[in-house]
Structures are given as structure tokens and as C-alpha cells.
Nanobody
């Protein structure tokens, strides 16, 4: 079973950038689909982006062109580069892993807070 630990969150001004990291341990995840989700206060958790085991990426319209997901299988790490941040990007960001045999994301990290404010 994969364990996921996010890092890199913090406070940033509008227009700024942050890079989140999610390190996996316990099992290799090179074939897994990996994703980032976020949950703002008072709102439901929403999907942000995914990257498949083949490297295909998909983005929510709200972050397309600003966020970039990438993975380094040698380091068992997935990244989320966030540029041109907006106050509405403020949320707790979670990474998640979906095994090849699974029909949904089945392992989640504990989350990291991102706050965009001047």
C-alpha cells in the first residue's frame, strides 16, 4: 500500500507561484494514476489535475494554463507547479494515487494548505 505525504504549501501573494510535492512510500507507484485535489473552506473537494502512468495529463478548466502536474518515478514523487495564483486557489491540496486495478483514487495524502492573499 502506498503512503503519500504532501509538502510545499504556504502563503503566497496573488500572481505568485508555489510548487507542491507529494512523496510516496511503501510501494512503487510508477504505473499508478496520480492526482491533485483541493478543498476550499465550506466547499466540496474538487479535482484539479491527474497524470497517468503513461504521462498523460488532464486539468480542470479553472487551472488550465496555470498549473502543471509532473512525476518523477525514480523519486516516487509527484509535483504540482502552480503559477499565476489567485485568491480562489486558496484551499487544502491533496494528492492521491489510483492503482491500475482500482476504479477510483484509493490512497490519499493528509493535505497541505495553500493560501493566496495579499
Amino acid at each position: 500500500q502506498v503512503q503519500l505525504v504532501e509538502s510545499g504549501g504556504g502563503l503566497v501573494e496573488p500572481g505568485g507561484s508555489l510548487r507542491l510535492s507529494c512523496a510516496a512510500s511503501g510501494s512503487t507507484f510508477s504505473r499508478n494514476t496520480l492526482g491533485w485535489f483541493r478543498q476550499a473552506p465550506g466547499k466540496q473537494r474538487e479535482w484539479v489535475t491527474t497524470i497517468t502512468g503513461f504521462g498523460s495529463t488532464h486539468y480542470a478548466n479553472s487551472v488550465k494554463g496555470r498549473f502543471t502536474i509532473s512525476r518523477d518515478n525514480a523519486k516516487n514523487t509527484v509535483y504540482l507547479q502552480m503559477n499565476s495564483l489567485k485568491p480562489e486557489d486558496t484551499a487544502v491540496y491533496y494528492c492521491a494515487s489510483q492503482r491500475v486495478s482500482a476504479t477510483s483514487f484509493d490512497t490519499w495524502g493528509q493535505g497541505t494548505q495553500v493560501t493566496v492573499s495579499s
